[in-house]
């Protein structure tokens, strides 16, 4: 299969319409018709079924969008390493904003110190995206959070392990107690849990408010508006408006350095060493 057909084939798989994906690729539709054509002969699969009332994906076709999403993310992420290894030679370390700060800053002095350190650039990102920024060749190296991010397919190093805490407005009846549990926060009156977005951009419904990162949730939780289970390092940061509280059953938080498995860079594998001696 050749880079280009299989952009065609991802582009109407996903549009489901042979005419919103030629726009989107910029072609018209009838070569993004042979292309595809060709594309399930050489295959001897079909991939599309074709009615009056529209495109479907047969399940060779559901099989191949998958397969091919993962090829494409592999040759724009060989793209991405490779050119920056032709330039200034730095590496790119993703993280969640607000999240792991202080591990972060230790973290790139220790490196800074090694003989041949390179420059780092980091990354912030919002909840959950880390794993895909990583995956796609945007980032070197990440700061994962186990269980909330999934490490599948990286090579990783545990770095710490710690609780989680409730985050509250200070003057809540619950910011004076020493430990609560879930049960108690999950429904608190006027304390929502809040809703962060999904990998496709949208959010799960309830009745928290929608939120982007660590900040703008903080303030939402001092003023009244919502509650949050973070991990206990959080409290580094807090603002003196909020009052955390350790929540007894929660899950542990593990906080991982996480890289391809094939990456072969010294810049990466002097931050995993710097990382591990932490």
């Excluded at 060709?38 to 599309?48: D, F, K």
């Excluded at 529209?54 to 060989?78: F, N, S």
Aim: charged share 25%.
């Amino acid at each position: 299969m050749e880079t280009r057909e299989l952009r065609y084939f991802v582009a109407v798989a996903e549009e489901l319409h042979f005419g919103q994906a030629a726009r989107r690729l910029g072609i018209a539709q009838p070569p993004l018709s042979r292309a595809i054509q060709q594309l399930e002969r050489r295959l001897g699969a079909t991939l599309l079924e074709r009615t009056s009332r529209g495109v479907t994906l047969t399940e060779a076709g559901a099989v191949l969008l998958r397969e091919g999403r993962a090829a494409l993310d592999a040759v724009d992420a060989a793209d991405r390493r490779t050119r920056r290894a032709a330039g200034q030679g730095g590496v790119v370390l993703v993280t969640k904003a607000g999240a792991s700060g202080e591990l972060l800053a230790k973290l790139l002095d220790a490196y800074a110190a090694e003989p041949g350190a390179v420059p780092v650039d980091v990354l912030l990102c919002g909840p959950g995206e880390q794993e895909r920024l990583l995956r796609d060749g945007r980032a070197d190296v990440a700061l994962l959070h186990r269980p909330f991010d999934s490490t599948t397919g990286f090579d990783v190093e545990e770095l710490t392990t710690e609780g989680q805490v409730v985050v509250l407005p200070a003057g809540h009846p619950l910011a004076c107690r020493t430990s609560v549990r879930l049960a108690e926060i999950s429904e608190l009156p006027g304390l929502p849990l809040p809703r962060w977005p999904r990998a496709d951009g949208t959010s799960p419904d309830g009745p928290g408010p929608r939120v982007r990162d660590n900040v703008q949730l903080l303030q939402l939780v001092a003023l009244g508006r919502a509650s949050v289970v973070l991990p206990e390092s959080v409290r580094s940061h807090l603002r003196d408006d909020v009052a955390a509280v350790p929540v007894l059953d929660a899950p542990k938080v593990t906080t991982v350095i996480a890289w391809p498995p094939h990456s072969r860079s010294l810049a990466v594998a002097g931050l995993v060493r710097a990382a591990t001696r932490l």
